[in-house]
């Protein structure tokens, strides 16, 4: 009985992952076809004003803030305003410039490597030389991809730091989680963090004039979308993997979202996937799988001594 449950416990985490590769990989692709002729503020703030006040009501009706104290909002706003307000807002202001959604989603994805680096000054890790060396692999990577995809891009060389944005602040929205004590619950979690996002969004899209929605129904398809998939499922995922399987093997999960992100970039939006564009992903994926044997090995270490 007891290896039955071990077994539908993995099976559930795989799922898990493997729909949160997607749901997050979503968050790229909606967007770009979304904001073609929408400001991405405007995209952004309906869909997370409205979904804030629903999830503010279920929040309440359930109970899920009961006990919970007056710091621990604070610390949970502090980690959305990272990993949902600024991230969000650097990811679809970089599509928005331009940038190739797989480009994007791969600049993110060298945060595995930058956070597998992290854990030992951060978390007291020991670091190993090995990931080190994946650090700079994937960094090739990452140049290679950005490389073969500046020539179709309209996009100014300097926007290319706002994917560099959106990687850091849920890098530091995720440290911020993993080293907090306070453990509220995924729906309670994703309340406050909807909720701060949407009040700062509200106030920004008021000052720029991108307040108003256009009537189009494709706006609302996306709105609908956007609040359903990249938000409630792709969040909830990341704060529940991260729980279960640990920071390590959820920063290496991220990995596999720019190439998702890429194919669905060439196949609905028609971006070039190259040879060299591959060979960028390929160098990625030996630096993050020398991060993770440098990490695996580190925990291996501890475990013996």
């Known amino acids: 009985m007891g290896k039955q449950i071990g077994v539908l ?57 009961k006990g919970v104290t007056a710091k621990d909002l604070c610390t949970q706003a502090a980690i959305g305003l990272f990993a949902q307000f600024g991230y969000c807002a650097a990811v679809y202001a970089a599509v928005a410039a331009g940038i190739a959604t797989g480009t994007v989603a791969l600049i993110d994805a060298v945060q595995p490597l930058i956070v597998a680096v992290l854990v030992g000054p951060v978390l007291g890790l020991r670091v190993r030389g090995a990931q080190w060396a994946g650090l700079a692999v994937g960094a090739v990577g990452v140049l290679l ?31 911020l989680q993993r080293r907090s004590s306070v453990q ?4 309670l979690t994703l309340t406050i963090h909807v909720t701060v996002t949407a009040v700062l969004l509200v106030v920004v899209a008021a000052v720029t004039g991108s307040l108003v929605p256009p009537a189009s129904v494709s706006f609302w398809l996306a709105v609908v979308l956007t609040a359903v ?31 998702a992100t890429a194919v ?12 060299v564009t591959v060979g960028g992903f390929v160098l990625c994926g030996i630096g993050v799988a020398a991060v993770l044997m440098g990490e695996a090995k580190t925990h291996e270490s501890a475990t013996v001594a």
């Open 9 to 65: 416990q993995a099976s559930v985490t795989v799922l898990a992952a493997v729909a949160f590769v997607v749901t997050w990989s979503s968050g790229f692709i909606i967007p770009a076809i979304a904001t073609v002729d929408v400001s991405p503020i405007t995209l952004l703030v309906w869909r997370f004003a409205p979904l804030a006040v629903v999830l503010l009501v279920i929040a309440h009706l359930s109970g899920a803030a």
């Open 145 to 175: 991809v950005v490389q073969s995809q500046l020539g179709s891009s309209d996009a100014h060389p300097a926007a290319y730091l706002l994917p560099a944005l959106a990687m850091v602040c849920l890098i530091v929205g995720t440290f």
């Open 229 to 259: 998939s990249p938000t409630l499922a792709a969040y909830g995922l990341y704060w529940w993997l991260l729980r279960r399987v640990g920071i390590t093997a959820l920063q290496a999960l991220l990995f596999l979202i720019a190439p």
């Open 184 to 187: 509220t619950g995924v729906l």
């Open 264 to 275: 669905g970039g060439s196949i609905l939006l028609g971006e070039p996937l190259t040879l």
